[in-house]
């Protein structure tokens, strides 16, 4: 028996010791799977993660002079996108991302420019051409102006309705569901309404993302109406002349249904993230797509589209510097949206997929230009036959889409006015245009259709006119 039992304990002993090894063993491999599936999955986003990371602290920053931390934890507050550690140079002008120090990204920021997104092959000290701006201040009140407007009471608003259905537009204290930043509604040309949640105000400039589209297509319509375009030629694009391309033309374009091949996918490496987060050339992507579908046959959403119109008219112009200032000059501080900055990308190009900051009160300004059907104060930016254009429903779009303006033809908004069109933007940016209503309302924020209810907020609104 004496010798029976410290063969026992040893043979525990030896149990134990298997099993530890065996355990060792187990969480050796579980790490190597995870690593490859870290590899195969996460890694390949990393340029992508700390790219968007650090355009958006620098721009978020640098354009509306907001704190690292409120912008980690709003803009930056998304899956994935929250992995990056984030820094901001203040003497030098531009912020840096990266995922526990792998794929560090670096965007700049330059005055008149915005912020940019640069690779290792940028020269950030060579000089740069910048637009010319004149923000001149207008002795009328708002919209035409800058002075304040004298209070309007109209007999036909319900305003506690108005401002009930406003408020619920926002969260309460400590909720993050709605993630409302601003609301305005402006009837008959008067503001009846103005909310703006913590840490906003009305001077504060927010990304429009999408709604840049509805920003670089109305340059067309003016240039249109100056007789220098004819969107319904085809685009003259030499790379395009020796095949089934060659017949794309612009409104193909500005109705999204050219038929080129595109994946505007914003969860994986797709062309989308690829051309905002890694091309120094955005108007080149969509421009080397071969055609899936003949021209106004197929209805597809791109991104790349937009940024190739962007390239299509920098080659209006003579020059680079005729290009910058055309956007300003001709629409942007023509109606005084003066707090707007559109960014550019490596090349100089304007990002007009993207990247349009402006005040709420701004992008109300460009809702009622459509509104008034291209008639700012008495002047005629662009034909009345404009605005009938960009809210027609194009072939495919089932009612969703027009030309770079989305449309509520199809119902989208069941208790909305089927003659609603508007600037859609990521995260739930909105411009909306009511031309039976005589009404804009723009909401800015966080949250998008279904988690917010838009169709709510503005039927709410609606329903607070009685006619």
């Keep these: 028996q004496l010798k029976i039992i410290p ?3 040893l043979h525990c002993i030896n149990f134990k010791s298997l099993q530890m090894k065996k355990l060792l063993q187990l969480i050796g491999i579980t790490a190597v799977i995870g690593l490859l599936y870290f590899g195969f999955t996460t890694y390949p986003k990393l340029d992508l993660i700390s790219g968007f990371s650090a355009k958006s602290i620098a721009s978020g920053h640098f354009i509306d002079h907001r704190s690292q931390e409120l912008i980690e934890k709003g803009d930056n507050d998304i899956n994935l996108i929250d992995l990056a550690q984030n820094t901001i140079d203040e003497a030098g002008q531009f912020a840096t991302a990266s995922v526990n120090g792998l794929k560090e990204r670096k965007a700049i920021y330059r005055e008149g420019l915005g912020a940019t997104l640069i690779n290792d092959d940028f020269d950030a000290s060579k000089p740069y051409l910048v637009p010319k701006r004149d923000r001149s201040k207008v002795n009328l009140v708002y919209p035409y102006g800058d002075a304040e407007q004298k209070d309007t009471v109209f007999s036909n608003v319900d305003y506690k309705l108005l401002n009930q259905t406003v408020s619920n537009a926002f969260d309460k204290k400590g909720q ?43 340059l067309f319509g003016i240039l249109q109406k100056q007789r220098e375009i004819d969107i319904s030629k085809p685009t003259s694009i030499s790379e395009w002349k020796n095949d089934e391309r ?17 994946e ?58 005729e290009y910058l200032d055309f956007w300003y000059s001709a629409l942007i501080d023509k109606i005084g949206m003066n707090s707007m900055l559109v960014e550019t990308d490596m090349a100089g190009n304007y990002v007009g997929s993207s990247y349009a900051w402006a005040t709420t ?36 779009s089932e009612g969703k889409y027009g030309a770079h303006f989305w449309l509520n033809a199809g119902g989208k908004f069941p208790d909305v006015p089927r003659d609603m069109f508007y600037c859609s933007g990521y995260q739930g940016q909105m411009v909306a245009i009511f031309p039976s209503h005589d009404l804009v309302i723009v909401r800015m924020g966080l949250k998008e259709d279904p988690e917010f209810d838009f169709n709510g907020l503005l039927s709410g609104i609606i329903g607070s006119l009685r006619k």
């Design 264 to 321: 505007e996918d914003y969860t994986k490496i797709s062309d989308v993230t690829q051309m905002l987060y890694l091309d120094a050339d955005m108007s080149q992507r969509q421009l080397t797509k071969p055609a899936k579908f003949k021209p106004n046959m197929h209805w597809n959403y791109s991104s790349g589209t937009t940024n190739l119109l962007s390239g299509i008219l920098r080659r209006q112009f003579k020059t680079h510097q």
């Design 7 to 9: 063969n026992f304990y």
């Design 361 to 396: 009160r701004d992008w109300a300004k460009f809702g009622l230009l459509y509104l008034h059907k291209g008639n700012w104060n008495g002047e005629q930016l662009f034909d009345e036959s404009w605005t009938k254009y960009v809210a027609t429903p194009n072939n495919g």
């Design 176 to 218: 993050k569901n709605k993630r409302t930043r601003s609301v305005i509604v402006i009837y008959k040309d008067k503001i009846i309404a103005e909310k703006y949640g913590t840490g906003f105000n009305k001077d504060s400039k927010i990304l429009g993302w999408s709604m840049t589209k509805s920003i670089t297509a109305t």
């Design 246 to 262: 060659a017949k794309i033309t612009i409104s193909n374009l500005l109705n999204m249904n050219s038929g080129l091949e595109w």
